[in-house]
């Protein structure tokens, strides 16, 4: 996949901080409602599919109740990434291929690297389910 440069990446991280700390719940409900886009948009994400299936199934088990140990601002920033995923208007248009979605996939890639711990703990969490 293609790298961003500097001013994009510093474009994306900014959108990130302000997208995290302005989230609210409203906006986790349209991110529910907007599953089903999600979800097709994800295929594009090349090496972040598999964050994106972890922290949507992270999402998944918060909106049920099933699990509630996390903190607001990693769901924020999960409903901040799905909803830049789902949104045409980018750092870079997704109309471009294949660069068009190196800024969503770098938006995960974010979320996984600020998280990391409660995404580990959410992980096992998981995995003593099966």
Known sequence: MDKLN???????????ELGVDSFTEEDLDKVKA?????????KSLGEQIEAFQLLWSLLHDYWSGKYRAVPWKLIAAIGFAVTYLVS?????????PILGFVDDAAVFSLVISSFQSEIDAYRKWKESQK
């Open 6 to 16: 500097e001013n994009d990446q510093e474009r994306i991280n900014q959108s990130f």
């Open 34 to 42: 907007s599953s089903e886009t999600a979800e097709k948009k994800s």
């Open 88 to 96: 045409p208007l980018d750092v870079i248009p997704d109309y471009l």
